[in-house]
C-alpha cells in the first residue's frame, strides 16, 4: 500500500488507477487547490476535476495536456515530464491496441475450418483390397518402431504400387497399439505447409507464433518434446526438395519439414521420387530407403481375384449361390490365368484393382451387349492388352519399374472405358479427362456438374442428369472415380492421383485443351458468381471451389494455351477467398501464379493487372508488409487512373485503401489529403449517400481519431453512423462497425452513457454475426476497458477472463490482438487488488510477446515497463 504522503512516482504506474493515485500524489505534493492549478494551467476546474477523480484521463489533443498539469503541480525536469508521458501512454495504450480501421478482419474465423485434415484415411482400409506381399517390409517398419535408427524410412516407387496403402496399414497397427498418428498430404509445399500448421496448431502452438516465426521450427519443437509415442506419415511427396527442404537446403539437411525424428517418434515419407538427387548418395544414419515393387505373381493373382470374385479371395464351390452376373474363379479362367494377367500388369496394384474391376462389371454385362473386342475373363482381358500394344497373344511382357506405368493404366482404363462405351455411357470418356483435369481436391460433383452446360461443350454427346449420374456410377464402379455421397449438401468424389496426371497429359485432352479450359470454367462461373470471397457464410462453398478455381490456371500453364483471361478471373476470387479467410500464405502463392500468368498472356494494358496489383496490397496490409502493401497500392491507383480515369469507382477503391496502408504507417497528413479527395470524388460521382462515400466518411472519423482529435472524430461517426442506418439498415454490419467506433470514442471522451451503448451494439453484433466474430469481440473488448475505466473491476473481471478465452481459442495464445487482452485481464486482475495474478499475466504476456512479436515490438515494449512498474510499485522502493 502506498502511503498518502508517498513521492509522486510515474514509474509504479500500471493502470488507470494508479494514474489517477500518482497524480493526486503530485498535486499534494505542490500544496495546490484544483482552483490554483486550473488558473495555472489554463483548463477548466471541472475538466481538471475529472482527471484528479479518474472519471477519465487527459485527452491526447492538445499534446501538452498533461505537461501543463504536471508543471502547474511542480513537476519542470525534463526527465521527470518524459517519464510521465511514457506513465500516460502506457495507461492509454491497452484501449488503443485495436485499429479503428478494423485489423482484426476475418483471419480468425477461419480457425474453425482448416482447408486440410491430419487424420489418417483408416476409412479407405475397409474399401480397399486386403493389403499382400508387403509383410516383410510392414514388420521392418514396425519393428523401427522400438529401434534408435533410422527412424525416419522413405517408400518409393512408381505411383500406383501401393506405397501410400503400406503407409496406411503401418499407421492402423500404430494406432491400434496407442501410437498418436498424422497423416498429412505433401502434394505441394502449400498443401504440407498447411497441414503441418494445423498439426501444431493441434498440439498448441499459438497461431501467431506459426504467423510471425518459423512454423518448421516450431512444428519440430513440439514433436521433439513429446513424450508419447507417434507416428508421422508425409504422403505423396512426389517433388521432396519443393515440399520438404527450405530454399537452398538439401532434404537431408535436418532444417526443413523433414528432420530425424526423436526415440518417440517415427515418420514414413511416400514418394515416387527415389532418385540420390533428392535422397543423396548416402542418406543419413537417421533416414532409410525402401523401393516398393509390384506383387509377385501369386499375390497379384490374389488381389485380382478378391477384386473380380463375389468372394473375398475365396473360390466359389460348387452349388453355392452365386449373384446374377458375377464370376466364379472358373469362369474367369482360373488361378493360372490370373497369375497370368498379374504378371502381365506387372503387380501394379492400381492397374490389378482397375483389371478387376473391369471384369466384374464385364460380368454384368447382357450377352447380347457384348461385342468381340470387349475381353471377359483374365485370358481374355490379357490378351486385349497385349493386342493394345501389338503384341502377339500371350507374350505380353511386364512393364519396366523403372518407367512410370502409364503404358498399362491407360491401356487399363480404357479398356474399362470401352466397356461403359458399350453399355451405352459413351461420355464416361470425357468425363473422366474432364473431372482429371480440375484440381487434386475432392469434387462437389452435385454443384459442379450440370448436365445441360455438359451437353453445350463439343467434347460430349446430348446428356441428361439422369445420364450423368449413371455414367459417375459407373465410372465408380470399374474403379476410375470414387464417389462418397457424404451429406445431402456435400456430395464428393476423388480421384486416384495417378489416374488424374496421366489423364491431363493424354494426347486428346492437349488435343481439346482449349474445349476442356472453356467448358471447366463454364462449370465453374456460374457458382462462383453466387459466391463472394469476403462472406463468411459463402466459405463454406469456397472451400470446396479454391482449388478447382485454379485449375485452369494451372493447365495453361502446363500445357500452353486456353482463355487465360477467364482462367485468371477465377484463380483470382479463389485467391481473394484464401486472403480474406485468413489462409495467408496459400493466399500468397495463389496470387503469385496469378500474376505469373497475367503477366504473360494478358495485354499489357488489360485492366486485370491493376486488379491483381490492388488484391495483392490487400494481402500484403493483411501480412502487415506495409512498405509492400503501400507500393502495389500505389501501382493499382496510379494503373486504373491512366485506363479508367481518375474518378472510376475502382480508382477510388485504391485510393481509400491506400489512405489505410498510410495512416496505420503514421504517414497522417497525406493519408489525409487523400482521403479527402476520394470523398470529394465519391460524393460529387456517387452522391452523400452511397455505401461507398460513407465508407470514405467513416475513413475520415478513424483519421481523426488516429491524430488524436475525437470530438471531432465523434461528430464524424455520429453523422455516418445516421446515414449508414438509414441507407444500410441499422443491423447492416458495416453500420454496426460505425456504432462501435462512435460507442469506443465516447468511451475515450469519458461519456459514461458510452458503456450502455457498447452493450447494446455487443448483443446486436452477436446476433447479427456471431458471438465469436473478430468484430464481435473487438466490441467485448471494448466494454471491457470501458466497465474497467469506470472503476469497476469486479464487474471488467469476468468480461475480460471471456476475451481472452475466446481469443486463445480463434487466434491462438500469442497473436497480437490475444495479447492485448491478456494484458487487459492482467490490469483488471491488479486493480481487482490481486496483485500475484496479475504478476503472473503481465509477466507471461511479456514472454510471449518478445518471444514472438520481439523485444522491440510495441507491445513487449508496453509490458516490460508495466512488469518493471509492477515491480517498483511492490519493492522497497514503492
Not at 498440439?203 to 510471425?212: F, M
Not at 535422397?279 to 478378391?306: I, K, N, Y
Request: proline content about 7%.
Amino acid at each position: 500500500m502506498i502511503p498518502d504522503s508517498a513521492a509522486a512516482d510515474p514509474l509504479r504506474i500500471v493502470t488507470r488507477r494508479d494514474f489517477t493515485r500518482e497524480l493526486n500524489l503530485a498535486k499534494a505534493q505542490s500544496g495546490r487547490t484544483v482552483r490554483q492549478l486550473a488558473a495555472l494551467s489554463e483548463i477548466s476546474r471541472a475538466t481538471l476535476g475529472g482527471y484528479f477523480s479518474g472519471r477519465h484521463l487527459p485527452n491526447p489533443s492538445p499534446p501538452d495536456l498533461l505537461a501543463r498539469i504536471l508543471i502547474a503541480c511542480g513537476v519542470t525536469d525534463a526527465g521527470a515530464l518524459r517519464q510521465w508521458q511514457h506513465a500516460y501512454r502506457r495507461v492509454r495504450r491497452p484501449a488503443d491496441l485495436l485499429d479503428a480501421g478494423g485489423k482484426e478482419g476475418g483471419n480468425a474465423a477461419a480457425r474453425d475450418h482448416p482447408l486440410v485434415s491430419t487424420v489418417p484415411p483408416f476409412g479407405k482400409l475397409a474399401a480397399d483390397p486386403t493389403l499382400r506381399g508387403r509383410q516383410d517390409l510392414l514388420d521392418l517398419l514396425a519393428a523401427s518402431r522400438e529401434a534408435t535408427v533410422p527412424r525416419a524410412h522413405v517408400l518409393h516407387g512408381i505411383g500406383g504400387c501401393g506405397k501410400s496403402a503400406v503407409a496406411l496399414a503401418v499407421a492402423h497397427r500404430a494406432a491400434a497399439a496407442g501410437v498418436r498418428c498424422w497423416w498429412v498430404s505433401g502434394r505441394d509445399r502449400v498443401t504440407l505447409t498447411a497441414a503441418m500448421t494445423a498439426l501444431a496448431l493441434e498440439l498448441g502452438a499459438p497461431a501467431e507464433e506459426l504467423r510471425l516465426g518459423s512454423p518448421v521450427d516450431v512444428v519440430w519443437r513440439l514433436l521433439d518434446a513429446l513424450a508419447e509415442r507417434w507416428l508421422l506419415v508425409l504422403d505423396d511427396v512426389d517433388d521432396p526438395a519443393a515440399a520438404l527442404a527450405l530454399p537452398g537446403q538439401q532434404v537431408t539437411s535436418g532444417t526443413g519439414w523433414l528432420r530425424p525424428p526423436p526415440p518417440a517418434g517415427l515418420v514414413i515419407v511416400t514418394t515416387r521420387d527415389g532418385t540420390d538427387h533428392a535422397w543423396g548418395l548416402r542418406p543419413p544414419p537417421w533416414l532409410a530407403l525402401h523401393r516398393v515393387t509390384g506383387l509377385d505373381p501369386g499375390h497379384g493373382a490374389d488381389v485380382l481375384l478378391e477384386v473380380t470374385l463375389p468372394r473375398v479371395g475365396e473360390q466359389a464351390q460348387p452349388g453355392a449361390d452365386i449373384p446374377d452376373g458375377s464370376l466364379t474363379e472358373s469362369a474367369a479362367g482360373g488361378r493360372p490365368a490370373a497369375v497370368a494377367l498379374a504378371a502381365r500388369l506387372g503387380g501394379l496394384p492400381l492397374a490389378l484393382v482397375l483389371a478387376g474391376r473391369y471384369l466384374a462389371d464385364a460380368a454384368a454385362l447382357p450377352a447380347d451387349w457384348t461385342t468381340p473386342g470387349l475381353p471377359r475373363g483374365f485370358a481374355g482381358y490379357l490378351a486385349a492388352l497385349d493386342r493394345d500394344e501389338g503384341l502377339p497373344p500371350g507374350t505380353g511382357k511386364p512393364p519396366d519399374w523403372d518407367a512410370t506405368g502409364a503404358g498399362t493404366l491407360d491401356a487399363a482404363w480404357e479398356l474399362s472405358l470401352a466397356l461403359l462405351a458399350s453399355r451405352g455411357l459413351g461420355n464416361a470418356g470425357p468425363l473422366l479427362r474432364l473431372l482429371c483435369c480440375f484440381g487434386p481436391a475432392p469434387i462437389a460433383y452435385e454443384m459442379l456438374l450440370r448436365a445441360d452446360i455438359l451437353t453445350l461443350s463439343p467434347l460430349f454427346s446430348v446428356l441428361d442428369p439422369g445420364q450423368l449420374w449413371a455414367t459417375l456410377r459407373a465410372l465408380d464402379g470399374v474403379g476410375l472415380i470414387e464417389l462418397n455421397p457424404g451429406q445431402p449438401a456435400v456430395r464428393l468424389l476423388t480421384l486416384h492421383p495417378v489416374v488424374r496426371g496421366i489423364a491431363r497429359r493424354a494426347p486428346d485432352v492437349r488435343r481439346d485443351l482449349p474445349a476442356y479450359v472453356a467448358l471447366m470454367t463454364a462449370l465453374l462461373r456460374p457458382v462462383v458468381e453466387l459466391s463472394d470471397p469476403e462472406r463468411p457464410s459463402d466459405w463454406d462453398r469456397w472451400r470446396l471451389l479454391a482449388d478447382h478455381c485454379a485449375a485452369p490456371l494451372e493447365l495453361i500453364g502446363d500445357l500452353g494455351y486456353g482463355d487465360a483471361a477467364a482462367a485468371v478471373d477465377l484463380a483470382r476470387r479463389a485467391a481473394g477467398y484464401l486472403r480474406a479467410a485468413g489462409y495467408l500464405a496459400q493466399a500468397d502463392a495463389a496470387y503469385t501464379a496469378v500474376s505469373r500468368t497475367a503477366g504473360r498472356k494478358l495485354p499489357r494494358g488489360d485492366a486485370r493487372h491493376a486488379t491483381i496489383w490492388h488484391d495483392q496490397a490487400r494481402l500484403r496490409y493483411d501480412q502487415r508488409r506495409l512498405g509492400e502493401a503501400e507500393r502495389l497500392y500505389r501501382t493499382a491507383v496510379a494503373s486504373r487512373a491512366a485506363l479508367l480515369g481518375p474518378d472510376h469507382p475502382d480508382t477510388l477503391d485504391s485510393q481509400h485503401y491506400l489512405t489505410r496502408v498510410l495512416r496505420v504507417r503514421g504517414n497522417l497528413e497525406e493519408a489525409q489529403a487523400l482521403l479527402k479527395s476520394t470523398l470529394q470524388s465519391r460524393l460529387r460521382i456517387l452522391g452523400e449517400r452511397h455505401p461507398d462515400t460513407l465508407t470514405s466518411r467513416n475513413g475520415m472519423a478513424d483519421l481523426l481519431r488516429a491524430r488524436g482529435d475525437l470530438a471531432a472524430a465523434r461528430r464524424q461517426y455520429a453523422e455516418v453512423l445516421a446515414l449508414r442506418s438509414a441507407v444500410l439498415g441499422p443491423g447492416h454490419p458495416a453500420t454496426l462497425t460505425t456504432r462501435h467506433y462512435l460507442a469506443d470514442v465516447r468511451r475515450e471522451l469519458g461519456d459514461r452513457g458510452a458503456e450502455g451503448e457498447l452493450r447494446a451494439v455487443l448483443a446486436l453484433s452477436s446476433a447479427v454475426r456471431g458471438a465469436a466474430h473478430p468484430r464481435t469481440l473487438s466490441v467485448l473488448h471494448s466494454l471491457t476497458v470501458a466497465v474497467h475505466d469506470l472503476g469497476r473491476p469486479a464487474e471488467a473481471l469476468p468480461l475480460a477472463r471471456q476475451l481472452v478465452a475466446d481469443r486463445e481459442r480463434m487466434l491462438g495464445t500469442a497473436h497480437p490482438l490475444t495479447l492485448a487482452s491478456r494484458y487487459r485481464l492482467g490490469l483488471v486482475l491488479l486493480d481487482s487488488d490481486d496483485a500475484p495474478a496479475a504478476a503472473a499475466v503481465l509477466t507471461a504476456v511479456l514472454d510471449d510477446s518478445v518471444r514472438v512479436l520481439g523485444p522491440d515490438h510495441p507491445t513487449s515494449s508496453l509490458a516490460r515497463q508495466a512488469v518493471a512498474a509492477l515491480a517498483r510499485r511492490n519493492g522497497p522502493a514503492g
